[in-house]
């Protein structure tokens, strides 16, 4: 939906046609049968949350107008959901829905399908107000958090990812909230540096500092108008920064120069007190063949892998876990997919199974 930005346009191509006429007298006119210049695609940006981000959500058509008058008119902001009911003309497309946890987002595979039909360049992320609500751990939202950048990856692997330290939460109903976005946010820059690579960079932006739920929230949790200005103000600059970068060309959810993307998503199958059973999938998420692979898991709370089947185990001494192909489940075609199976034991405190997984895949020779 990009009626204002192509509204501008249409001023923008009346008044150079205006000027190539008056230029016409003159012999300055473009020799016949020059050809045009092609357009770049626009750049497409998913702000991707729950209800901060899209009920309604008001920030992103601020946002969306200071874009605007920055110059970032070749823009288009995505997403399966549509706009919500604010005041200013915007282009309202989004994944912000209302009380979705990241952490059942990640467990559900629902990214995915979201991705594909929607294909963004650029993911602007407020995710995890709700799990830190219902006192999900910050190692579960930050597993969640890996997970859906791998599948941000597989679906276009020079992603960019801007990524909120979430803003302040104070409802009446949950007086420990306050401090647990506090400790959770403090978590979030070393996860995004460990996270980001040169190719597909993770930002973090600070939306907590500044931002007060007395003044700036109309139920201690969600935005009202100064709170939708103060958000804006945030993303403002680090969106601008990555569009005036550029991002990379081709179609948007190209895998890129053939090489070679897996991903890898965990199944809880049975749990019980001390530890679980869990199933890893891997996918090749390319257009070209796979001859071999390798999925890091890292488990949450203190868990630990001792035993797994169809894949070969090395464990480092902090706990991360690298599992390798057997050799034989190694080879997998374009969309084609295996899985391994494995045993974690936990400490007697651990809350839910819970683990960040990734994979990297080699190519045939």
């Known amino acids: 939906m990009r009626g204002t930005r192509l509204s501008r346009l249409r001023t923008l191509t009346v008044r ?23 357009r770049a695609a626009p750049v497409r940006v998913m702000p991707l949350g729950d209800s901060i981000t899209g009920s309604p959500g008001c920030w ?22 549509r706009e919500q009911g604010c005041a200013l003309a915007h282009d309202g497309d989004n994944e912000g829905h209302g009380g979705e946890l990241v952490t059942d987002a990640a467990a559900r595979d ?10 963004p360049d650029i993911v602007v992320m407020h ?10 751990s910050p190692d579960r939202i930050l597993a969640a ?12 692997p020079d992603m960019r990812v801007l990524v909120a330290q979430l803003i302040p939460m104070n409802p009446g109903s949950c007086a420990a909230c306050a401090q647990r976005v506090v400790d959770f946010n403090a978590r979030i820059p070393a996860w995004a540096e460990a996270t980001s690579t040169d190719r597909s960079p993770v930002t973090v932006v600070d939306q907590w500092t500044g931002f007060d739920t007395a003044t700036d929230t109309y139920d201690g949790v969600h935005p009202n108008a100064a709170g939708d200005e103060k958000i804006a103000a945030r993303w403002f600059p680090a969106l601008s920064a990555l569009l005036e970068e550029g991002v990379p060309g081709g179609d948007p959810g190209d895998p890129g120069d053939g090489d070679p993307v897996c991903t890898a998503s965990l199944r809880v199958v049975a749990e019980w007190q001390g530890g679980h059973q869990a199933e890893v999938t ?11 692979w390798t999925v890091t898991v890292v488990p949450a709370d203190g868990a630990r892998l001792t035993q797994v089947w169809n894949g070969t185990l090395t464990t480092a001494a902090d706990g ?9 489940n ?12 494995l045993i974690a034991t936990a400490p007697a405190t651990s809350t839910a199974p819970a683990a960040a997984v990734g994979c990297t895949a080699t190519a045939t020779p």
């Open 16 to 38: 150079s046609l205006l000027t190539a006429l008056l230029l016409l007298p003159l012999g300055l006119a473009s020799a016949p049968g020059a050809a045009a210049a092609p």
């Open 330 to 341: 190694g080879t997998l075609a374009p969309g084609a997919s295996t899985s391994f199976g």
């Open 60 to 81: 992103r058509a601020v946002l969306w107008n200071r874009l605007l008058d920055a110059g970032h008119t070749d823009i288009d902001f995505v997403g399966t959901l």
């Open 320 to 328: 991360t876990a690298r599992v390798t192909d057997a050799g034989w």
């Open 127 to 136: 995710f995890g107000t709700n799990d830190v609500w219902s006192s999900v």
């Open 282 to 292: 891997v996918r090749n998420a390319s257009p070209v063949p796979v001859s071999g």
């Open 145 to 156: 958090y890996t997970e859906l950048v791998t599948q941000m990856r597989a679906s276009n």
């Open 110 to 119: 629902l990214l995915p399908g979201r991705l594909a039909a929607t294909r």
